[in-house]
């Protein structure tokens, strides 16, 4: 495989998300349509589970003293109309050479005998031998094989690495407001694995649960709409060429006796569900690597050149010049954590926080006006974003929410974040679209 030749944007211009997935949003909506902004909260925001459930009881008691007896006739409409949706919904085919790479059916790579199955066609007529290729409905990708396709420029190898069946208790624990299934159906949860091949070297790929459905018995099953995945979810990770994740998506329910047939439909392309037992016989594509001198040449606050520890680098914010640098990392910082708030989530088995503090001095004011500091900030490490949990009280002082006028310097911690506690050491600060290193 070529490399890749990486094409580096100015590194104080932040990856921009969507205005949907935004806190603002999601507040405006709490306020303004409240069974929306708790949808939003529990599946966008990375508040504590506290906090979150008292949201919502909230919202919820008062919306239900107003309106009442509208919960399922919505539930039916939506249903209805996803379902509507499956019925249309097109198949991907693809390809799988005899090495075990596997691409879309646009792709250059074509089938060897050895990876070709046959099957008959159905109807009146005699049948007669048809292609059948990975990735269809006749022939879904097995278990622990690579299924590769491109989304938006990005290059991914996408697998089934394991599978709950009958998995209600499971959806119930990741959330109490998971819906529960109807009589005679049951949770199927489904954890897949993402390769990040090749892409934008400068600019994270965000992974989605896509058209994450379930099929059986000639239908797609797509309900609940709306449900939240357990931990460690696959969608909403942010990586780079380079980078693994693997994560649960959010549980779709099937009728219980069609669970061991089902399938999973994911970005239109059909894999088998189950846990993958043991290493497959396929061989992974290479990971693509930029150009040794593009690296060397690479701008300060990049990933492959941030900006050093105790040192200052000037970013623009909407026309406001910050200039910011970091004072002091804190590993392993769970029990800090703990200390400045008892209702702080614990981090997950294997994790850790990483306390980050920044000195910031507005060099230029966009207007006259107050500037407010952002908490804008994430963790880098093994080729991909570490962001949650998105709320929780760090120590004082804090940096966040502070109104500073030209020429103010202010000195306070990040928000906390975790990471798997052997990444630690090479993790990088990810601020307002900068890389900070966290050591000399």
């Known amino acids: 495989m070529s490399m890749a030749t990486p094409n580096f944007p100015t590194p104080s211009t932040p990856p921009k998300r969507h205005w949907a997935t935004s806190a603002w949003f999601t507040i405006l909506m709490l306020v303004l349509l409240g069974p929306v902004g708790v949808v939003l909260m529990w599946v966008f925001r990375r508040w504590s589970v506290i906090l979150k459930v008292v949201i919502s009881v909230i919202i919820i008691g008062l919306w239900i003293s107003v309106i009442s007896g509208n919960q399922s006739s919505t539930k039916t409409r939506a249903t209805g109309?996803?379902?509507e949706q499956a019925a249309s919904a097109p198949t991907r085919p693809a390809a799988v050479s005899e090495s075990g790479n596997i691409t879309t059916a646009s792709g250059a790579v074509t089938p060897s005998?050895?990876?070709t199955f046959v099957v008959p066609v159905p109807g009146p007529v005699s049948p007669t031998p048809t292609e059948v290729r990975y990735g269809t409905r006749d022939n879904p990708v097995p278990v622990g094989v690579y299924y590769t396709l491109e989304d938006h420029g990005a290059r991914l190898q996408i697998r089934v690495v394991d599978a709950t069946k009958n998995a209600k208790a499971q959806v119930k624990d990741a959330n109490v407001f998971n819906e529960?299934?109807?009589?005679?159906?049951d949770y199927l949860l489904v954890k897949v694995e993402a390769r990040y091949v090749a892409g934008d070297f400068d600019r994270p790929y965000t992974t989605s649960a896509g058209e994450n459905r379930l099929y059986a018995e000639n239908r797609l099953w797509g309900a609940p709409v709306l449900s939240i995945a357990p931990e460690p979810s696959f969608a909403n990770n942010d990586i780079f060429p380079g980078a693994t994740v693997q994560g649960w998506l959010p549980g779709k329910y099937l009728p219980t006796k069609d669970?061991?047939?089902a399938q999973l439909q994911y970005m239109g392309i059909y894999f088998k569900v189950g846990k993958a037992t043991g290493a497959s016989d396929q061989k992974p594509e290479p990971f693509s690597t930029p150009d040794p001198s593009k690296i060397a040449g690479a701008p300060v606050g990049s990933r492959f050149h941030p900006v050093p520890f105790g040192e200052t680098y000037t970013l623009d914010d909407h026309g406001n010049k910050i200039a910011v640098k970091v004072t002091q990392a804190v590993l392993d910082a769970s029990k800090q954590v703990h200390d400045a708030n008892m209702f702080n989530a614990d981090p997950p088995s294997g994790y850790s926080y990483v306390l980050v503090r920044t000195s910031l001095k507005l060099v230029?004011?966009?207007g006259s006006g107050p500037y407010k500091t952002t908490s804008d900030a994430r963790l880098y490490a093994d080729n991909r974003l570490w962001g949650a949990p998105e709320l929780?009280?760090?120590?004082?002082?804090k940096l966040e929410g502070q109104d500073i006028f030209q020429d103010a310097i202010v000195d306070g911690w990040l928000p906390p974040k975790y990471l798997p506690k052997d990444l630690e050491k090479d993790a990088l600060l990810y601020y307002?679209?900068?890389f900070f290193a966290l050591h000399k």
């Open 81 to 83: 109309t996803l379902a």
């Open 113 to 115: 005998p050895a990876a």
């Open 180 to 185: 529960d299934p109807p009589a005679g159906s």
């Open 259 to 261: 669970m061991d047939d």
């Open 364 to 366: 230029q004011a966009a």
């Open 392 to 397: 929780v009280v760090g120590p004082e002082p």
């Open 432 to 434: 307002q679209g900068v």
